[in-house]
């Protein structure tokens, strides 16, 4: 880990982009290739033509919350984000989400909000996601759920389209994601938009393939809901940029979030638990894509990994 540059405490792990013309993903800094690639996303990113989205994994509770506020505040000041997306799943005491903590999140510097398996945990989110259109639940959940599954998002640099997909493998019944994928690229997500999608899964296969799946048709997949930020950020061959999972923003000593104790009784003897969220200190998990706004394709990846220790 290396600290950042004012030395504030954070520190900031990014892993270097890697795409199809740079293999290595920790040695390459003295690559030529690579830092002619890093010199013309610069020299792009001046001329405002580079869009650098900030994907954040599982909010988890209100240690979840208060790291996010504080980085992306960070972030925001000293790298100019275009966009903010962040996986709220977990960000109302584990369970989903409700208007006030969606709110506090909008206040914090999210853009637009995605959810999971844990979309219905709070009985008011039905009627949230009919008033609220920056909050997404899964595309692919039955069509008469309410809600919607992919939005059109206004930034400074221009529009974004965020879907959020779910997974079938070890998860609850849904209809076929990649199927679903196809039918909004093919239907009504505007065509040559900047797309990006939240795939929540359980299965890294499922997240990989869908990587494959989605690689040229949109901007960038990023997998979340496994909590653990997996160290694979990259740009895929057609220029989709690509990760299997963002991580959690949630408290560090934890089991995904939750506190030690009830899941070790849970584990050791079999009994039911009730599982809350941990205190302490947090960490925020994420990746930023820095998008070409006019191929569409992303330049770069890089995983983002800021603790408060
Ligand atoms: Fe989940
Ligand atoms: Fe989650």
Redesign the pocket.
């Known amino acids: 880990m290396e600290p950042n540059e004012n030395g504030s405490g954070f520190y900031v792990i990014m892993h270097p982009a890697s795409s199809n013309k740079f293999s290595g993903r920790f040695a390459i800094f003295t690559d030529k290739a690579y830092i002619e690639t890093k010199r013309k996303i610069s020299e792009l990113f001046k001329l405002r033509q580079i869009m650098k989205i900030l994907c954040v994994g599982?909010i988890v509770g209100s240690p979840g919350r208060r790291i996010f506020k504080t980085a992306v505040e960070k972030l925001r000041r000293e790298i100019g984000l275009a966009a903010v997306i962040v996986?709220a799943?977990?960000a109302a005491g584990g369970r989903g989400v409700t208007g006030a903590i969606a709110k506090e999140l909008f206040d914090s510097g999210a853009d637009v909000i995605t959810l999971?398996d844990?979309v219905w945990d709070q009985r008011e989110t039905a009627s949230l996601l009919e008033l609220e259109t920056r909050i997404l639940r899964p595309a692919n959940l039955p069509p008469a759920c309410p809600g919607r599954g992919w939005g059109v998002f206004k930034t400074d640099l221009g529009e974004i389209i965020v879907m959020a997909l779910v997974g079938r493998t070890f998860m609850n019944p849904s209809d076929c994601p990649f199927r679903k994928a196809d039918e909004l690229l093919n239907g009504p997500i505007p065509r040559n938009g900047i797309v990006i999608c939240d795939f929540h899964a359980e299965a890294t296969s499922e997240k990989i393939y869908m990587g494959w799946h989605l690689d040229g048709r949109v901007s960038a997949v990023f997998g979340?809901?496994t909590?653990v930020q997996t160290s694979d950020a990259k740009v895929l061959p057609e220029g989709t940029g690509y990760i299997t999972d963002l991580g959690m923003t949630g408290p560090i000593d934890s089991v995904i979030g939750r506190e030690i104790a009830p899941v070790r009784h849970r584990f050791t003897t079999g009994m039911p638990s009730q599982f809350d969220v941990a205190k302490g200190p947090a960490v925020l998990e994420g990746c930023i894509f820095d998008i070409d706004r006019t191929t569409r394709k992303t330049l770069s990846a890089k995983a983002v990994r800021i603790s408060e220790t």
């Open positions: 599982d996986n799943e977990n999971g844990h979340t809901h909590h």
